[in-house]
């Protein structure tokens, strides 16, 4: 992987490595997704090739890599290392951090199991939700995180300017706006549900997985623009084709993959199609590992109206008039927020029973299986 001038802060000494797992031996129905290189970004002609491929991929699945992102393996191990220490503090030590899900606060710790997925079985995994640096969301954190702020920070700060800054260039440039466009939208600066996020699968019985047809997280679509998972080289991420078939999402050394979400969808009238995706239960050579994730979630400014952009694009290919699905008269931070609340309500039915389910002024979210 080429690497680019980053922050070397170290934090806490004392943290025990972290070596990521062996990939499963299985050999898997994967998912055929387009790679972007993203050191091709500042090369001559690089943003307009990047963005002929990052065309082909929204075509296909919604789903794809980007490799060469400018940190190293090396950074990207310590935030696995960081989050596995969260992980193993006490219950009552992580619920002093406990995330006001309720009322669509995403921001700390979400605990085991606060949502049915099947009658008397709930879900399986730990959260710890980091928001962006900024004054409008400092807030108290557990002492390990604290420890190594700076290097979280560095790391989080890279993800946006080095990573995500060039995804919304090319974005722009897909639809012919102007290369600024998206990144008006999504000042770092400015309030908006962009986090880091460690996240913790536990392992589940054979029991368990029978019961629930070896499916962990029932089908959805994320909140916000993008979603960047870090290579989690435990398998059990899946993608549902065009098609409506399910194929693994393979983790391939050296990158991250990257799925298109809601408010993308939104605001190109649904040419930008927020990724259908679900976890299951991982190849029998995983089934004992309990899987540790670190994730970063792309959200635009709160304020921002999820308004279809006029774009030649959208007008060509027939994208340009206002359909039932679209999100007219709804912000971004609405509608995250009321995702979140309404994904931990209590409304006396699993999540393998709700096919959909309305978030807010008739606005609907889908579930699939």
């Not at 393996?73 to 219950?91: C, N, S």
């Not at 954190?141 to 990573?163: K, L, T, W």
């Not at 990144?183 to 908006?192: A, F, G, I, P, V």
């Not at 991250?256 to 239960?281: C, M, P, Q, Y």
Request: charged residues 25%; hydrophobic residues 40%.
């Amino acid at each position: 992987m080429a690497v680019v001038a980053t922050s070397t802060i170290q934090g806490q000494t004392g943290i025990p490595a972290y070596h990521q797992v062996p990939e499963t031996q299985y050999e898997l129905d994967w998912a055929d997704l387009v790679t972007l290189d993203l050191s091709q970004f500042d090369q001559p002609g690089g943003k307009q090739k990047l963005a002929a491929q990052l065309f082909e991929a929204i075509q296909k699945i919604g789903f794809f890599y980007i490799i060469n992102f400018g940190l190293t393996q090396e950074q990207v191990d310590r935030q696995f290392a960081i989050g596995k220490e969260v992980f193993q503090l006490p219950t009552e030590e992580k619920l002093k951090y406990r995330a006001d899900l309720e009322h669509g606060g995403y921001n700390g710790y979400k605990p085991l199991g606060l949502r049915e997925v099947k009658p008397g079985i709930f879900d399986n995994t730990e959260i710890y939700n980091i928001p962006k640096f900024i004054p409008a969301f400092e807030q108290p954190h557990p002492a390990v995180i604290e420890a190594n702020r700076a290097e979280i920070e560095a790391f989080a700060r890279q993800i946006n300017d080095g990573v995500v800054s060039k995804l919304l260039v090319l974005f722009a440039l897909v639809l012919e706006l102007p290369e600024d466009f998206f990144l008006q939208h999504h000042r770092y600066e400015e309030k908006s549900d962009c986090h880091l996020r460690y996240m913790k699968y536990h392992r589940r019985t054979a029991e368990q997985n029978k019961v629930l047809e070896n499916v962990w997280v029932k089908g959805h679509t994320d909140f916000g623009s993008l979603t960047l998972l870090f290579r989690q080289p435990v398998a059990a991420l899946q993608v549902r084709t065009p098609e409506g078939q399910w194929k693994w999402v393979k983790p391939y050394p050296g990158s991250i993959t990257v799925n298109l979400a809601d408010s993308l969808e939104f605001l190109t009238n649904g040419f930008l199609k927020s990724s259908i995706h679900r976890v299951v239960a991982p190849p029998a050579d995983q089934a004992d590992i309990d899987r540790l994730g670190v994730l970063y979630f792309v959200r635009p400014e709160d304020s921002l109206e999820l308004r279809p952009v006029v774009s030649s694009v959208l007008e060509r290919l027939g994208y340009d008039k206002t359909t039932d699905g679209s999100a007219v008269g709804i912000t971004a931070g609405e509608w995250v927020k009321a995702r979140v609340a309404r994904g931990v309500s209590k409304d006396n039915k699993p999540r393998s029973d709700v096919a959909e389910q309305e978030i807010i002024r008739g606005k609907a979210a889908k579930y699939y299986d």
